[in-house]
């Protein structure tokens, strides 16, 4: 029985053992010999309980399940964004960060326990075959959608591109009935979006960072640059609210299509020789027009990077709310035979001036804060790196999250309004500090005003919200106001 609970540790153990031969190869003396040691008589100890639950638990154990989630435990317990990712976890992943999977191209939300429709995307299956927003999916290849998950249902709608699959939909008030098959195909995931404020500033909406992100970038600029007249063109915005991230060579190449020298950004590990530092090449897309970034308590990682770039470069002015303060950069290392992989945090990254922004964030040049509806007051922010268990320290400075709301109507939007006065000459930077200060002033008389002039009886404090963390190498969602959708 020893013998062979060992053996099905082999993969779990092998990687350690390699890793010790490393270290015993490379140092002399008895510590080293001793440290070796004791991790030997941990993975023992491993060992040993393993095989106590294959042979006592109450019901037969399932051997895999026990080594994922021991090799999960092992990565949660280093920090918030380590973890081990099944196959099927790997494969999610893979899809997100490419951009492109074979579907049907509708984004759709759960109501009700079906399958809404909140908008069929252009030219694909889906609005090609009628597909309608407000229809509701009731069955996929007949089969019911009534007690699925959304995430199970849209794994059902994607699959191999030129295959089929029949949806049965309810259709309008009456919930007419009716069935469409439609032929799966390569569906792209816009994560770039752009129009002209008429008629001189271009705004352009970056919503995470995919491999198909600078691509999406270059072209808005280009349409942008094509609509605005050269003598009447004012500026762009560049708006990272919300933006939980991505990969990091597509910020990278994002901040260089906004400066041509310099450093964008550096990542240092554990050892010094680990630091790399990454450079602008001369290709300014933008020719030089005033840029300002709107950024908020939910823009992290990879919005990080580009926002702390082209602060310190002084290229744009940042306009909004404290972002987010994920520092760290992830690594993916597949683990090979369907064994999923790892996402393991292996280094920190600094922004040009040497600034490391975990657990701190980015403050904004000009802070402005979003008129909360009365209904969402109290969810509207997040708690930020620093507020996560077990996260990597940065000092004693650390920043505890900011607002993350971002108003669905535009002439609501006031970040959105103060960076079209500024890149109008309406109002200078100064005048827009002066002003945002004096709004916040008052808020904050009126606040104290309205606060109980006794003492209040002390309660447990309710648990707050939980927020999905976006790790560098996998764009995640944070928390947002509205119903989550997913495309598929």
Same mark, same amino acid.
């Given at each position: ?30 510590? %080293? ?23 006592? &638990? ?6 895999? =399940? ?72 009731? $069955?996929?290849?007949?089969? !019911?959608?009534?007690?699925? @998950?959304?995430?199970? *249902? ?7 591109? !030129?295959? !089929? ?9 009456? =919930? ?36 198909? @992100? ?41 901040? !260089? ?14 050892? /010094? ?10 290709? +300014? ?23 702390? $770039? ?60 979003? +008129?909360?509806?009365?209904?969402? =007051? ?17 000092? +004693? /400075? ?6 993350? &709301?971002?108003? #669905? +109507? ?18 200078? #930077? ?7 200060? =004096?709004?916040? %002033?008052?808020?904050?008389?009126? #606040?104290?005003?309205? %606060? ?12 707050? *919200? ?23």
């Amino acid at each position: 029985m020893r013998k062979t609970s060992l053996v099905l540790l082999g993969v779990l153990m092998g990687a350690s053992a390699v890793s010790l031969v490393s270290q015993t190869s490379s140092l002399r003396g008895g510590s %080293a010999i001793a440290a070796a040691s004791d991790v030997y008589r941990d993975l023992n100890l491993f060992g040993d309980v393993f095989e106590k639950v294959r042979a006592d &638990y109450v019901e037969k154990p399932d051997d895999k =399940k026990m080594v994922e989630a021991a090799v999960s435990g092992m990565l949660t317990s280093l920090d918030p964004h380590s973890s081990y990712m099944d196959a099927k976890s790997f494969q999610d992943m893979q899809v997100q960060t490419r951009g492109a999977f074979g579907g049907l191209g509708i984004e759709v939300m759960q109501e009700d326990g079906l399958v809404k429709v909140v908008a069929p995307i252009d030219d694909t299956p889906a609005a090609r075959a009628g597909i309608l927003s407000g229809d509701l999916i009731t $069955a996929i290849d007949g089969e !019911n959608v009534q007690g699925m @998950t959304l995430n199970q *249902a849209v794994d059902k709608m994607r699959g191999d591109v !030129n295959t !089929n699959v029949k949806l049965t939909v309810l259709r309008g008030p009456k =919930k007419d009935k009716v069935d469409v098959t439609l032929t799966r195909a390569v569906i792209q995931i816009k994560s770039v979006r752009s129009h002209v404020d008429q008629p001189d500033v271009g705004y352009i909406r970056i919503t995470q960072f995919t491999e198909q @992100t600078f691509d999406g970038l270059k072209e808005a600029l280009a349409k942008i640059q094509h609509d605005i007249p050269a003598d009447k063109f004012k500026g762009y915005i560049l708006d990272l609210r919300n933006n939980p991230g991505g990969l990091l060579d597509q910020s990278v190449a994002v901040v !260089n299509a906004f400066i041509d020298h310099g450093e964008i950004v550096s990542t240092r590990g554990r050892n /010094a020789d680990e630091t790399q530092r990454y450079n602008a090449r001369p290709i +300014d897309l933008s020719k030089g027009k005033p840029v300002v970034v709107l950024i908020n308590g939910g823009s992290a990682s990879a919005s990080e990077i580009v926002a702390g $770039a082209l602060q310190d470069h002084k290229r744009a002015t940042l306009i909004g709310t404290r972002s987010f303060g994920k520092g760290s950069v992830q690594t993916i290392i597949p683990l090979g035979q369907s064994n999923g992989a790892l996402r393991l945090t292996t280094a920190r990254y600094y922004t040009p001036s040497g600034r490391s922004i975990q657990a701190k964030g980015i403050e904004p040049d000009i802070q402005v804060l979003e +008129d909360v509806p009365d209904e969402l =007051k109290g969810k509207d922010a997040t708690e930020g790196e620093a507020s996560l268990k077990g996260h990597l320290k940065n000092g +004693d /400075a650390e920043e505890h999250g900011s607002q993350a &709301y971002v108003p #669905a +109507d535009e002439a609501k939007d006031k970040a959105l309004h103060a960076a079209l006065d500024l890149l109008r000459g309406v109002k200078t #930077a100064e005048a827009l500090k002066s002003e945002m200060a =004096k709004v916040q %002033a008052v808020k904050s008389d009126a #606040a104290k005003a309205e %606060a109980p002039k006794t003492e209040a009886p002390r309660t447990e404090k309710a648990p707050d *919200a939980p927020v999905v963390i976006p790790p560098l190498g996998s764009p995640e969602p944070v928390l947002r106001q509205g119903p989550a959708t997913q495309p598929n």
